[in-house]
């Protein structure tokens, strides 16, 4: 009998992948029978907006990441590594594409890459492949490669309380978030652009919330939409994930936790 791993063993075991994944396509999803050749399966997981000074792997005195460290005692580990881009839009593409930012030109927020073919759910052609992120940036990009995915997950998903109203704009989704931003959400000095508005749809967020202040003292994490999600659903949901679903396969996805 198959016993279910616990979400701390997953985090020894895949510290540093991302939400996305892909599984071999000749093989029904509903099978739960586990590895059935000698494929391998690959998980690639990517916490964005990390700092490695602050991460004990990379020598901060306090010990921040316990379980990475552990997964680093047997695993390669890169101290010299140059990202492919400045922040999530570019360094999203060359992970997914092997490109630089010059190639793929993903260099604003919501970009249209010059060329999706070049991606890495190609490089494995014989796997039943997925994809999901948390990132509504890099869940813009993953959407470029449909045609080269059996399965694909919104953003949305795992997040508890997202603006619906964002997602009537589909092409202008840039816009329609800052104005999001500055007609409803209180800036420093205490007020937005609506008065009434703002102040009803903060009473509900604040009454939806409250579950998980005690949880989050300094905040729940959301998106720049304030688009609100817990690491740990997402964590627990992935790790259900890969044990409901036939070997071998590849998962991928970039995530953002803060």
Known sequence: MKTKITRREFLKLAALTSLSYALPKDIPAESSQGQINDQPNVLVIVFDAWSASNISLYGYPRQTTPHLDQLADKAIVYHHHFAGGHFTPPGTASLLTGKWPWSHRAFNFYPTLDDAQQNIFNAFRQYYRFAYTHNPLADHQLKQFMNDLENYESWEKLYFEYNQLIHLFEKDQDIASVSWDRAMQSQEDGYSYSLMLSQIYEMLKAKRLADYEELFPRGVPNSESQSFFTLEEGLDWL????????????????????
Request: no cysteine; glycine share 4%; hydrophobic share 35%.
């Open 239 to 258: 790790s259900d994930l890969t044990q409901s679903v036939p070997g071998p396969f590849l998962l991928l996805q970039p995530s953002r936790p803060f």
